[in-house]
């Protein structure tokens, strides 16, 4: 077996077997070999029969020396990523099949899905410590990877780009109280703003993400293995596949403005990482900062297109803080029904009580999206979040300002989250400078008072002194 080491000296050798050399055209693609879906095969191993991934270079600036990722039922043998398309969205997939609504062997048609706008590529695609989480070549499949489909291999895109309009309420109360004035370009007089946006799915490089978290790849590896009840047991039995397209939410990338101007540190760029937080997002939930400090950048964004540089949302799903909504609700009980009642001071004890630690977002893996925007310098980076900054000025990325939320529109019941916050390292600002270990202690949030809680808080403590 010959290897072939790519000259920016990239974490994973690409690798040629004797058999795809034989049958590889001129054209440097193999011949795809379509697996018969009758046969359940539960694992597989490196040097079984027929076993012949497609080789892999992540960090290749080349797409075509990189290799295109291939996660698919389709080629069994030569599939160079383990797990499956689509996120957690996978199962559904199979739940089309088992119906009988979906042909197994279907290939999606691609002719008219490309980027409808451009998107690198930039300096750190080749860099696997600035993108290990994503692949950046993930929307190019039809104009780098035609080869490969026009041979018969079924490769999906694991980004695709489009364009909306974004109609939010907030922002027809902010062009009605002044604050924003339509442009018509990046504001309607409607209120709608025109963006450009981005769905990406997970694509992990093992080795770059073991080195972020600070383990080996096998511990990586058994961990996952273990904590999904054997889900995967290809993390396992397959240490020569180092791609993996795990079960997770992805992220959405939302721009105002125009896309080419990211890179141009001299242009204005304003910048928000947010986490998903359905019942704040979507349904105005006050017990959080979420949707206000979320719509709050939305403006600040707007505003900087207008200005002539760039608004970026980076749009995260990461329920809970990556615990889900199960756990967040569970803790939200433990904090309204605990011992003097929902407070500042034990704020994020009461997380830690449920389920056992802070915060599972790691933010190691955030930055990734940024760098695959080419993002060297955020002007505005509307967020408190100390971790989140950290992690992004760690990977190279220069933050001048760091906007807080303003005052007036933290909701009143979110003051307990926002004082906790503060006090266990958020940046203040000028807003929360004042935030000390009295103010910790005296911050409370609202009973549930609800269909005459007292009583059953009564019955509780009964029961439990019984």
């Known amino acids: 077996m010959s290897t072939v080491q790519p000259a920016n000296g990239a974490l994973s050798p690409r690798h040629i077997s004797k058999k795809q050399k034989k049958e590889q055209d001129d054209d440097g693609i193999p011949v795809p070999e379509i697996t018969n879906l009758d046969y359940v095969n539960l694992t597989t191993h490196p040097d079984a029969f027929g076993v012949d991934p497609v080789p892999i270079s992540w960090g290749h600036p080349d797409a075509m020396i990189r290799g295109p990722v291939i996660c698919t039922v389709r080629h069994m043998s030569q599939r160079n990523a383990i797990g499956a398309h689509s996120g957690s969205y996978c199962?559904?997939?199979?739940?089309?099949?088992?119906?009988?609504?979906?042909?197994?062997?279907?290939?999606?048609?691609?002719?008219?899905?490309?980027?409808?706008?451009?998107?690198?590529?930039?300096?750190?695609?080749?860099?696997?410590?600035?993108?290990?989480?994503?692949?950046?070549?993930?929307?190019?499949?039809?104009?780098?990877?035609?080869?490969?489909?026009?041979?018969?291999?079924?490769?999906?895109?694991?980004?695709?780009?489009?364009?909306a309009h974004i109609d939010l309420p907030e922002c027809r109360e902010a062009i009605a109280s002044g604050r924003l004035k339509p442009d018509g370009k990046i504001l309607m007089p409607t209120g709608q703003s025109i963006v450009?946006?981005?769905?990406?799915?997970?694509?992990?490089?093992?080795?770059?993400?073991?080195?972020?978290?600070?383990?080996?790849?096998?511990?990586?590896?058994?961990?996952?293995?273990?904590?999904?009840?054997?889900?995967?047991?290809?993390?396992?039995?397959?240490?020569?596949i180092k791609i993996f397209l795990p079960p997770i939410g992805g992220l959405t990338i939302y721009i105002w403005g125009d896309p080419d101007t990211i890179p141009d540190e001299d242009i204005e760029l304003s910048c928000r990482v947010h986490d998903e937080c359905n019942g704040s997002d979507v349904f105005g939930s006050d017990i959080c900062t979420c949707r206000p400090y979320l719509t709050h950048a939305i403006e600040e964004a707007i505003k900087t297109a207008q200005r002539g540089g760039c608004g970026i949302v980076i749009y995260f799903r990461k329920e809970g803080r990556s615990l889900g909504e199960v756990t967040k609700y569970?803790?939200?009980?433990?904090?309204?029904?605990?011992?003097?009642?929902?407070?500042?001071?034990?704020?994020?004890?009461?997380?830690?009580?449920?389920?056992?630690?802070?915060?599972?977002?790691?933010?190691?893996?955030?930055?990734?999206?940024?760098?695959?925007?080419?993002?060297?310098?955020?002007h505005n980076f509307i967020s408190m979040s100390?971790?989140?900054?950290?992690?992004?000025?760690?990977?190279?990325?220069?933050?001048?300002?760091?906007v807080e939320i303003p005052k007036d529109l933290v909701p009143s019941d979110a003051q307990v989250e926002i004082t906790a916050k503060v006090f266990h390292g958020y940046n203040a600002g000028e807003a929360y400078k004042n935030i000390d270990e009295k103010e910790l202690k005296k911050t409370v949030g609202r009973e549930y008072g609800y269909n005459g809680d007292a009583e059953e808080k009564k019955e509780e403590v009964a029961v439990v002194q019984d």
């Open 91 to 163: 199962i559904y997939t199979g739940l089309a099949v088992a119906a009988g609504k979906l042909n197994p062997e279907y290939v999606p048609n691609l002719k008219l899905t490309s980027p409808v706008v451009k998107i690198g590529p930039h300096k750190a695609w080749s860099d696997p410590k600035k993108i290990g989480s994503i692949d950046p070549f993930g929307h190019l499949t039809t104009e780098c990877y035609s080869g490969y489909l026009n041979k018969g291999f079924d490769i999906r895109p694991t980004i695709a780009v489009t364009k």
């Open 196 to 240: 450009s946006k981005a769905a990406i799915e997970p694509v992990w490089y093992l080795p770059e993400i073991a080195r972020r978290f600070g383990c080996t790849e096998s511990m990586l590896r058994q961990s996952i293995f273990r904590m999904t009840n054997g889900m995967y047991p290809e993390l396992i039995t397959r240490p020569d």
């Open 330 to 378: 569970l803790v939200y009980n433990t904090r309204k029904r605990q011992e003097g009642g929902d407070s500042a001071e034990n704020y994020f004890r009461c997380t830690e009580e449920v389920a056992g630690v802070q915060d599972t977002r790691f933010q190691a893996l955030m930055p990734d999206p940024l760098h695959f925007l080419g993002v060297t310098k955020i």
């Open 386 to 402: 100390d971790m989140k900054y950290n992690a992004i000025v760690n990977t190279g990325i220069k933050i001048v300002n760091r």
